[in-house]
Every structure is written in C-alpha cells, then in structure tokens.
C-alpha cells in the first residue's frame, strides 16, 4: 500500500487535461455486452474502476484489447456466467451488469455490488425496473439472480431520480419487446452518453437527459465506436482545487455546459472562472466570501463534488453551509477535515463550516471523493506534509493525479505505507 504525501502552500498554474467520465465509463463499458460484434471506445479514463471492469469482461469471456485510452471490446463469445464475489465486490457499478446481461442473455446473477460505501446505497429502482420489464428477482445469499423468458417494454416511473437505475433500465429495455417508458428519469450527461452509444450500436432510445425517456426495443444490437464525454467531475474538482490554492488553471477537455453549478457557485464566492469552448480557465483570488452550497441532482451542484467543496469552504471568511440532498450522510471526510485543524459542525444532512487555516497532519481517505477533498486541503497547507491513506481509493477515479499535480507546481509524492 502507499500513502500519498503533499507538502502544500503552492498555487496550481498551468494546463490539466481531463480525461473521460469514469461514470460513463463503468456503464459503457458492460453496455458493450449488449452488441454482438466490437465496440470501440475511445476517451477512456486510465482509473482502476475501468481496469476491473475490463478484466469483467474477459472473466465472462469477452475479448478486451486496451491501448492508452481506447478499448475494443469483443462481446460475440460473452456468457451469462454468475458472479458472486471477486471482481464485482470491487466497485459498485457492477451493477450494470444487471441490466446488460439480462437484455442480452434474458439471465444475471451478480452479487451485491461493492465499491464506495459512504453510506447504504439501495438498488430497489433498478429491482423494480427489472421487474416491470417482466422479470423475476431473487436475492440468494447476498446475490441478486434476474431471469425473464421475455422481457416487455412497460412505464416504470422511478421514485427517485436514480442514475444508476435509469441506465440499468436502458441497458435491459433496448432489447425487449415493445415501448419502454421512465419517468422521473435521471439526466446527468452520463445517462445521454449511454443512450448515444446504445443508438449507435442499433437501439431506440429518445429523450435521455430529460426526464422522460422512451426506449423501444429492438431484436438485436451491433458494435460501434464511441468517445466518452470529459470527466465533469473530475474537472470541478481541478476548479475547486485551483480556488482553493489561489491557482490560475485552465481545464481542458471540458464541456462548460457541464460545469454550470460549480461555475455559478464559484463565481458568487470571488473566483474568477472563464468559461471557453472546451476548457474553462480560474483564477483564484486573495478573499473569498462566504457560500451556501446545496447538492442536488444534476444540473444542480454534484454531491460527488461536496467534500472537495468542503474543503475550499475552510479556506473563505465566515461560515459557509454546505448541504447534501442527494445523500443523506455523506461526511465520513469531516473528521479528517477536523484533524487538520478545519472548523466543521455536521447537523442532519449539513455541514457547516468556518473558513480557518489548516496544517498538516495524517489523515485517510475513507471513500474516492473524502480523498479529492484531502487531497484540496493537503494542498492549501502551508507548513509540513500532509499524509493520506486509503489512495487506492483515489486511483479509482482520478487518472495521472500525481504527475497532473506535479506538472502544476505542487509537491506531491507517493511513499509506501
Ligand atoms: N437510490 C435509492 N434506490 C435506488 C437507487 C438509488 O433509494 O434503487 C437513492 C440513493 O440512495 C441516493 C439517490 O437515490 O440517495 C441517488 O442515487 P443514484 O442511484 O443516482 O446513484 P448511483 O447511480 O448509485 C451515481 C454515481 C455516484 C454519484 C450518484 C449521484 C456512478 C457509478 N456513480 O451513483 O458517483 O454520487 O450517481 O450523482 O455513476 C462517485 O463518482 O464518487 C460516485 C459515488
């Protein structure tokens, strides 16, 4: 294991690319599953997320060949085989597997995903959602077995705006027989990056990104090529860590339409944010003031970007209220936060947080986005090395983070544990 070391106190200046979305990656990449002949995609995220869904694939007897970015994906020898533990205990999208290999094979067995564990996380929307296409779930010893002889389009209005469930209805739907209607649709970009893939490779699918989409089934799907959309929050968490050490960054590879939220937020507390065709340049500036931030579902503030907000928040005058209406305890980072001397009282579903210096000390990452806000905060101290645990965490969804910071001034190195 390794730790990772930062002696901070140094702005971020320069250029950071971003790379593709790991959660339109982790979907696309078992969407795959559906076709019967190759799909490429291109623009892939180089994190471990994607790595364990490539060896996924082969263990169902794919063939994945992996160059840099880009994946060929061979799904025409694919079988449903049931799988248990092992790889998909690793990350919780494994999940969509579900979906994919009950539309392709009309039978799943996959245990209970794994992965970030912030707090429970159900799956009765995708269950349901399974369930109105006509198929029957069982849960047999922490594994959820789905068969269906045929599976039916039907409407399935989702009691919450589910990303997960939304793609996973997708996935399943675009191969079963008639109209498919979901209501209370999700529409982060992720869900239309899989519908655009899904309609290269031959389905029907209308609507995604609003919330009501309609999918009607077709008999079979075929490969394509695909480029995965930027990484939107992989790229505000470089906006807020540009703030936060008073950086002047330009993140590239971006779609700004994507940012808005963060933009809009940044914007309002001082930070000089310039938005331009694929990139957005910012500026940080000497005072902040203080912000209300509200975490909701998209195009509202990300909650996968709440912790690294947090920890720009101890860096403004005042007391700023930062609060979670996607999760309802997602805070596992403030202790650590705290040990670093940040001024943070959790009530219910709210932090509320003092701006006040911080100083280096140990601390772990409990889960991928508590690690980006350590990470923040190590950067914004100016005496001593600050020193996270649980990175492997982080390498799950944050690509060339160290050589992106070192190319951007900071000092950060891995060092075994
Ligand atoms: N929910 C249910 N029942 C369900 C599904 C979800 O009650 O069947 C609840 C959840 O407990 C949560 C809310 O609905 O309160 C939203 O969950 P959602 O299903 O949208 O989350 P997800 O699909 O499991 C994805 C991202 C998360 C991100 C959330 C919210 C992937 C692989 N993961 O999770 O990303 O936080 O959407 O935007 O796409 C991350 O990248 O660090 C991460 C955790």
Redesign the pocket.
């Known amino acids: 294991m390794e730790k990772l070391m930062i002696a901070g106190g140094r702005p971020l200046i320069g250029t950071v690319q971003i790379s593709g979305a ?2 339109s990656a ?2 696309l990449v078992p969407a795959a599953i559906l076709a019967e002949s190759e799909v490429v995609l291109d623009n892939l995220p180089e994190i471990n997320d994607v790595a364990t869904y490539a060896d996924i694939m082969t263990e169902l007897g794919g063939y994945v060949e992996r160059d840099g970015s880009t994946m060929r994906i061979d799904p025409s020898r694919m079988i449903s085989l049931p799988m248990h533990n092992g790889l998909v205990k690793k990350l ?2 494994s999940y969509y597997l579900m979906g994919a290999l009950l539309g392709r094979f009309g039978e799943a067995t996959i245990g209970m995903p794994g992965g ?1 564990s912030f707090e429970p ?6 269950i349901k959602g399974f369930e109105a296409l006509g198929a029957t779930v069982t849960n047999d010893h922490g594994s959820v077995h789905i068969s269906a002889k045929e599976l039916r389009g039907a409407k399935i209005y989702l009691d ?1 705006a ?4 939304t793609i996973n209805i997708m996935l399943a739907a675009s191969r079963a027989k008639g109209l498919t209607i979901i209501e209370n649709a ?1 529409k ?1 970009p ?1 869900i239309i990056d899989v519908a655009t893939l899904l309609n290269a490779m031959g389905a029907k699918i209308k609507g995604a990104g609003t919330e009501s989409i309609r999918i009607e089934g077709v008999d079979s799907l075929h490969g394509c090529r695909h480029s995965i959309i930027p990484d939107r ?1 992989q790229a505000g968490t470089y906006m807020i860590a540009a703030a936060a050490t008073r950086g002047n960054l330009l993140i590239d590879n971006v779609i700004p339409k994507h940012m808005e939220a963060v933009t809009a937020k940044l914007l309002e507390m001082g930070v000089e944010v310039q938005e331009l065709d694929e990139s957005i340049r910012v500026i940080g500036k000497p005072e902040y003031t203080q912000a209300d931030v509200k975490a909701l ?1 998209y195009p509202g503030f ?3 970007l709440q912790s690294p907000m947090a920890s720009l928040l101890t860096q403004v005058n005042g007391v700023s209220m930062l609060t979670d209406y ?2 309802s305890n997602r805070f596992k980072y403030v202790p650590e936060l705290v040990r670093m001397g940040a001024k943070i009282r959790v009530e219910g579903r709210s932090a509320l947080i003092e701006g006040s210096k911080l100083n280096a000390a140990k601390v772990s990452a409990s889960d ?2 508590a690690g980006a806000a350590l990470v923040i905060a190590g950067l914004t101290v100016e005496d001593g090395v600050t020193e996270i645990t649980g990175v492997e965490y982080i390498d799950r ?1 944050y690509d060339h983070l160290v050589p992106n910071l070192l190319q951007l001034g900071a000092e950060v190195w891995r060092q075994a544990e």
């Open positions: 790991k959660n982790v979907a919780r999208a970030c996380r159900p799956i009765d929307q995708h919450v589910s990303v997960g469930a999700a982060e992720e929050i579902i990300a909650t996968d996607v999760y991928l986005r969804g």
